[in-house]
């Protein structure tokens, strides 16, 4: 059974520009989370998605943006890139969430 | 809203030798789930060990368990004969029915370092 796929695995974009982050879930999954991590603020929770619907959303400035396709898969946008960015990106899926979540390996973005 | 506090930042412990790793967690909800994920230096989060709050029984996972103390609001882990392999950050994490919409939202504690000494 195949894992979440996250890709890319790393990025580096320059200030300003947006990105566009990749997740595929567990086949069968339909809950997708989207976390930050940096070593300052931890690990935060950005939104989640069902059946390509956003349930949650975290404390985030409308540059974080996100969707889910029919297929479960999800992307994040990230518009107007700032050096604070920077950061792990995880994403995760779960069959009903209180099962709990399968985390991928993530996508580190660095912004210059 | 959630929080969930790990007041150790660093925890170190001989192979086969036995730790306890420090979670206290503070919510409102009254159905309410804990974690425990795993994250080695490929940076890939793990599942540990998952705890039901309206179930008193301890969770255990084969080297894994924890205690779960409801009324203090605390959730520790034990690893029993540790292994080099155990070497990790050790987050805490509690997810709740948020607002009656999902159990989409983890909230994590700041982590754990363990290193494991052979």
């Known amino acids: 059974k195949a894992g979440v796929t996250q890709t890319p695995r790393y990025l580096i974009k320059t200030r300003g520009q947006q990105v566009t982050l990749s997740c595929s879930p567990i086949s069968g999954h339909r809950s997708v989370s989207w976390y930050q991590q940096t070593p300052g603020q931890g690990l935060q929770f950005l939104f989640e998605y069902f059946s390509e619907t956003q349930r949650n959303k975290g404390n985030f400035p409308g540059r974080f943006s996100g969707r889910q396709f029919s297929n479960s898969r999800s992307e994040m946008n990230v518009s107007t890139l700032e050096l604070g960015d920077s950061a792990l990106y995880l994403c995760?899926?779960?069959?009903?969430?209180?099962?709990?979540?399968?985390f991928g390996s993530g996508t580190r973005l660095t912004v210059v | 809203a959630q929080t969930v506090t790990q007041s150790q930042p660093e925890m170190s412990v001989q192979e086969a030798e036995t730790v306890t790793l420090s979670c206290t967690y503070d919510?409102?909800?009254?159905?309410?789930?804990l974690f425990w994920y795993k994250q080695p230096p490929s940076r890939q989060m793990i599942l540990v060990i998952r705890q039901e709050a309206y179930k008193q029984q301890n969770a255990t996972e084969n080297r894994f368990s924890v205690n779960f103390q409801k009324a203090a609001k605390s959730f520790s882990l034990k690893i029993s004969d540790s292994q080099l392999g155990d070497a990790a950050m050790y987050f805490c994490a509690c997810l709740t029915n948020a607002g009656g919409t999902s159990y989409g939202k983890l909230t994590f504690g700041q982590g754990t370092i363990l290193t494991v000494h052979p």
């Open positions: 995760a899926s779960s069959l009903v969430g209180f099962d709990g979540y399968t």
């Open positions: 919510t409102s909800e009254s159905d309410y789930y």
